[in-house]
């Protein structure tokens, strides 16, 4: 099974290496043929050939079975027509990744993790208020004069019916409940056509629950009610910014695992960025990534029905569980006295262990 392996920017090839060490020990314990295909991205290929994504690397992504991204740093970028190519952004739109599955849950001593958060965020990856890819062509932000700005929101009933789709499916491998978030009453059109399309996806699941609420309610809920909560499923933006918060409060944005999903692709990357203010120090918290790649091998066991792969996902993530209840292996993010290669390092051995 090749798995093309883009590490991308600052923190991203320190923990795209740790990923790849703790998928070495998974692939031995569990007689998994896995092959990393490695291509440079991000400003380390702009400055040898001036683009942040060769043609190279994104044709690898295309061809592999999965996808291993690490954050890109976007924000250091130069503009598109110099070669700043928005690398996750890019690799979404050209593999038709349309889902973004990010899971949030507090673990047994991790500081901070709010008691009862285990959900799981499902967010539309395609379109909503993403100015540098909504539109088949042109720019979804302009002035029309100087002291204006406006900015497009693109909602499709095509995109909205399939992330329901998948939020409906999750939901049925988990508690069978679906909160779906927006704000109908005051976006009238673009949430009412998303919400209208889900409401029709809910009605082929009679065994999985449906309930809307606002996302200025839903901000507050998710902190002080996280047990409400099974699978959230929003548009592009809101689900951006949810994810980033419930992942928050279960401890850390270290911890954000995120698949992104399309109906033949699937590409592993963090919900945190490329973290450029701890970059080169060793100490940036690769479970994000870790759990990121557990979630690809889990979908990669789904779609090939081997199902070594999913059972090297579950031990993968039981492995990252008990490391980060440790504080000698924990990252400083979290507390700990660990470091990147220190985490990594304890997520083999307990896959080694045979824990
Ligand atoms: P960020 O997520 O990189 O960092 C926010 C804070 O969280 C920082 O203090 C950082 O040190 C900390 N942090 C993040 N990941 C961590 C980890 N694994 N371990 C320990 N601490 C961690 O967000 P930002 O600073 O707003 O963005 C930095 C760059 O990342 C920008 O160029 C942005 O465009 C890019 N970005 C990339 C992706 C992606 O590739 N998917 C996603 C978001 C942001």
Redesign the pocket.
């Known amino acids: 099974m090749k798995l093309a392996v883009l590490p991308?920017d600052d923190?991203g090839p320190e923990?795209t290496e740790a990923a790849l060490s703790v998928l070495d020990a998974a692939a031995t314990r569990f007689g998994l043929n896995l092959e990393f295909d490695v291509h440079e991205v991000g400003m380390a290929a702009h400055r040898r050939i001036g683009t942040t994504l060769p043609a190279s690397a994104l044709e690898a992504a295309r061809t592999s079975d999965g996808v291993i991204l690490g954050?890109?740093?976007?924000?250091?970028y130069p503009p598109r027509e110099d070669g700043g190519i928005n690398?996750?952004g890019t690799i979404r739109r050209q593999l038709d990744l349309y889902a973004n599955i990010r899971p949030a849950r507090s673990r047994a001593g991790v500081p901070r993790a709010l008691p009862g958060l285990d959900c799981v965020i499902v967010r539309e990856n395609t379109e909503g208020f993403y100015a540098d890819r909504n539109l088949f062509q042109g720019y979804g932000e302009f002035m029309p004069t100087a002291d204006v700005a406006i900015s497009l929101r693109l909602i499709t009933a095509k995109a909205s019916h399939r992330i329901g789709r998948v939020a409906f499916e999750t939901a049925r491998q988990r508690g069978r409940h679906v909160t779906m978030v927006g704000k109908r009453h005051v976006l009238q059109v673009t949430d009412g056509l998303f919400m209208r399309q889900v409401e029709a996806v809910a009605a082929e699941y009679p065994d999985v629950t449906l309930r809307e609420i606002d996302v200025d309610a839903m901000a507050a809920d998710l902190y002080t009610r996280p047990d409400q909560f099974d699978v959230i499923l929003t548009t592009n933006m809101f689900g951006d910014i949810l994810s980033n918060q419930a992942v928050a409060l279960s401890g850390g944005?270290?911890l954000a695992a995120a698949l992104n999903v399309g109906d033949g692709h699937a590409a592993a990357?963090?919900g945190?960025?490329?973290?450029?203010?701890?970059a080169g120090r060793g100490i940036?918290?690769?479970s994000?990534i870790i759990l990121s790649s557990a979630l690809l091998l889990r979908w990669l066991g789904t779609r090939s029905g081997n199902n070594a792969l999913g059972a090297a996902a579950a031990a993968i993530e039981a492995s990252v569980d008990r490391a980060l209840g440790d504080s000698d292996c924990r990252?400083r993010?979290l507390g700990g006295e660990g470091d990147t290669k220190r985490f990594a390092k304890a997520v083999a051995n307990g896959l080694r262990d045979k824990g």
Do not use: Q, R
């Not at 954050?71 to 250091?76: L, V």
């Not at 945190?272 to 701890?278: C, F, K, Q, V």
């Open positions: 991308g923190i923990i954050p890109g740093g976007m924000t250091a690398i996750p944005l270290g990357n963090a945190h960025g490329s973290a450029p203010d701890i940036a918290n690769p994000g990252t993010d």
